[in-house]
């Protein structure tokens, strides 16, 4: 790409306004200009004033890629149960072709991206808690700062209208980014959080009671596998601080893909180690990551654990599960797929899990959304097979899960893009806290211990949000 000055940009935002002044149709207009990499969070922060109500932050496990949207410059929302991932799709094409124009080569992971999610099943009893979260909402961020490997970009989605002026965006761009961009104080994380000043376990009982239900309802080979969840509430003090809560899982989680979609009041936050689909070109990757142990205390201990999981049979079921339906839908819509043998361990601060990563280069017309299509809910969020799997998570859990356990990422326009699934997560309003945790259930699950497995899901945000200590390795 090359490197665009503001001069520039103001001279190519001067052509799009006349254009739509003589069009008179409103147009969306893409600039992106390469920038001094600064920290991601920092960006996410300085949109605390103006865009609270409407902001994301994406970040992957490795850190060489970051998103931040701030402002929301369009929105593609439906209630749809049966074809939303089409119709998100339809309509992002439709905007992209219609009202959209873009100014010279724009990276993949700028420009006018679309970042959103899904809720896990639209068929569930709905809670007004997840009335921002629709059953697919997709937003185009009014400004963008994207990180790849060591280049930064700022993005600029402005909406201009056929009686704009030209005056009005004189300088626009330039102080957006000073704005935007400023190094104003220290990293936050040292910051006192808000206080916790009650917990609520919803229901556990009612949780082992489902587990019981579940492992009866499999062995009368019914269903193979499901996944059963649960919520955990929390009051605080104060307003939570959610520049502070992101830094502290950013830092906290180090192998895990970290992301909040914030809107009107609410953040939907989370930091999952797990990846459902990313595009890249024509290669495709997805994970199967299901069965899980806690982390030792020392090093020793968590070696054994790690190999003791590895061995396990009640484990090794569950994730085989997932496998056998990732690799199906890979065989469906990839080819050359690459699959090892066997799990190896993907190990997160509070907990280790099987892990078997896959990939494959996608097949012509398969898109990232008809894949995704496919995907969700695989048996690591669902269970198998699939339709009953729902069916059973439908009456067994009293809750709606929202976009817990849901694809959540971001498409740019050429179609490249990732997903992962918003597990380890919670759903923050002003003072409250909801959040979840699963956990995969076969024949020989006890839920006694499946209650303890999601105490441990439960960590990554808790400890984000200042409630449990720190474990150690
Ligand atoms: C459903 C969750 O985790 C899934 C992902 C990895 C391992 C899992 C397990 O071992 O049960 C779950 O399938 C959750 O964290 O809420």
């Given at each position: 790409m090359?490197?665009?000055?503001?001069?520039?940009i103001?001279?190519?935002?001067?052509?799009?306004i006349?254009?739509?002044?003589i069009?008179g149709?409103?147009?969306?207009?893409s600039l992106?200009?390469k920038?001094?990499p600064?920290?991601?969070l920092?960006?996410?922060?300085?949109?605390?004033?103006?865009?609270?109500?409407?902001?994301?932050f994406?970040?992957?496990p490795?850190?060489?890629?970051?998103?931040?949207?701030?402002?929301?410059?369009?929105?593609?929302?439906?209630?749809?149960?049966?074809?939303?991932?089409?119709y998100?799709?339809?309509?992002?094409?439709?905007f992209?072709?219609?009202?959209?124009?873009?100014?010279?080569?724009?990276?993949?992971g700028?420009?006018?991206?679309?970042?959103?999610g899904?809720s896990?099943?639209?068929?569930?009893?709905?809670?007004?808690?997840?009335?921002?979260?629709?059953s697919?909402?997709?937003?185009?961020?009014?400004?963008?700062?994207t990180?790849k490997?060591?280049?930064?970009?700022?993005?600029?989605?402005?909406l201009?209208h056929?009686?704009?002026?030209?005056q009005?965006?004189?300088h626009?761009?330039?102080?957006?980014?000073?704005q935007l961009?400023?190094?104003?104080g220290?990293?936050?994380v040292?910051?006192?959080l808000?206080?916790?000043?009650?917990?609520?376990?919803?229901?556990?009982?009612?949780?082992?009671?489902?587990v019981q239900e579940?492992?009866?309802?499999?062995?009368?080979?019914q269903?193979?596998?499901?996944?059963?969840?649960r919520q955990?509430?929390?009051f605080?003090?104060?307003?939570?601080k959610?520049?502070?809560?992101?830094?502290?899982?950013?830092?906290?989680?180090?192998?895990?893909?970290?992301?909040?979609?914030d809107?009107?009041g609410?953040?939907?936050i989370?930091?999952?180690?797990?990846?459902?689909?990313?595009?890249s070109e024509?290669?495709?990757?997805?994970?199967?990551?299901?069965?899980?142990i806690?982390?030792?205390y020392?090093?020793?201990?968590?070696?054994?654990?790690?190999q003791?999981?590895?061995?396990?049979?009640?484990n090794l079921?569950?994730?085989d599960v997932?496998v056998?339906?990732?690799k199906?839908?890979?065989i469906e819509?990839?080819?050359d797929?690459?699959?090892?043998k066997?799990?190896?361990?993907y190990?997160?601060?509070?907990?280790q899990?099987l892990?078997?990563p896959v990939k494959?280069?996608?097949?012509?017309?398969?898109?990232l959304?008809s894949?995704?299509?496919?995907?969700?809910?695989?048996?690591a969020l669902?269970g198998?097979?699939?339709?009953?799997?729902?069916?059973?998570?439908?009456?067994?859990?009293?809750?709606?899960?929202?976009?817990?356990?849901?694809?959540?990422?971001?498409?740019?326009?050429?179609?490249?893009?990732?997903?992962?699934?918003?597990?380890r997560?919670?759903?923050?309003?002003?003072?409250?806290?909801?959040?979840?945790?699963?956990?995969?259930?076969v024949?020989?699950?006890?839920?006694?211990?499946?209650?303890?497995e999601?105490k441990?899901?439960?960590?990554?945000?808790?400890?984000?949000?200042?409630?449990v200590d720190?474990?150690?390795?």
């Amino acid at each position: 790409m090359i490197a665009v000055t503001d001069q520039f940009i103001q001279k190519q935002l001067k052509e799009v306004i006349e254009c739509v002044n003589i069009d008179g149709k409103t147009k969306l207009v893409s600039l992106v200009k390469k920038v001094k990499p600064i920290d991601p969070l920092i960006f996410y922060r300085n949109g605390t004033k103006e865009f609270s109500h409407q902001r994301f932050f994406w970040q992957d496990p490795d850190r060489t890629f970051s998103l931040v949207g701030l402002g929301y410059t369009h929105i593609i929302s439906t209630e749809r149960h049966q074809d939303r991932f089409h119709y998100i799709e339809k309509e992002w094409k439709r905007f992209i072709d219609r009202d959209v124009i873009c100014m010279g080569d724009i990276p993949s992971g700028t420009g006018p991206l679309l970042f959103g999610g899904f809720s896990f099943d639209p068929k569930q009893d709905k809670d007004t808690r997840w009335n921002e979260f629709s059953s697919g909402k997709f937003v185009v961020p009014a400004y963008l700062y994207t990180v790849k490997g060591g280049e930064a970009f700022f993005t600029a989605n402005l909406l201009i209208h056929p009686t704009d002026e030209t005056q009005k965006y004189n300088h626009f761009f330039e102080e957006k980014e000073k704005q935007l961009f400023q190094l104003n104080g220290t990293p936050r994380v040292q910051e006192e959080l808000s206080h916790i000043i009650s917990k609520h376990e919803v229901e556990p009982d009612l949780f082992k009671q489902s587990v019981q239900e579940a492992t009866n309802r499999i062995k009368r080979e019914q269903i193979e596998k499901v996944v059963l969840a649960r919520q955990l509430d929390l009051f605080f003090n104060e307003p939570l601080k959610k520049d502070v809560i992101l830094e502290r899982l950013t830092k906290e989680q180090p192998t895990s893909y970290v992301y909040t979609f914030d809107s009107k009041g609410y953040s939907f936050i989370g930091a999952s180690p797990e990846r459902l689909i990313k595009r890249s070109e024509n290669n495709v990757f997805s994970t199967c990551l299901a069965g899980s142990i806690r982390r030792g205390y020392t090093l020793r201990e968590d070696e054994e654990l790690g190999q003791q999981l590895l061995a396990d049979e009640k484990n090794l079921i569950e994730h085989d599960v997932v496998v056998h339906m990732i690799k199906e839908a890979m065989i469906e819509n990839c080819t050359d797929i690459q699959l090892p043998k066997g799990p190896s361990l993907y190990k997160t601060k509070h907990i280790q899990h099987l892990y078997t990563p896959v990939k494959g280069v996608i097949r012509d017309g398969v898109t990232l959304f008809s894949f995704l299509e496919k995907l969700h809910p695989t048996p690591a969020l669902g269970g198998f097979p699939q339709k009953k799997a729902l069916e059973v998570i439908r009456e067994l859990e009293n809750f709606e899960r929202g976009w817990y356990a849901a694809p959540i990422g971001w498409m740019d326009m050429k179609g490249n893009g990732e997903f992962i699934v918003g597990i380890r997560s919670g759903l923050l309003s002003e003072q409250e806290a909801t959040l979840f945790a699963g956990c995969g259930i076969v024949a020989d699950s006890d839920p006694e211990s499946e209650y303890e497995e999601t105490k441990i899901k439960f960590n990554p945000m808790l400890s984000a949000l200042g409630g449990v200590d720190h474990v150690t390795h």
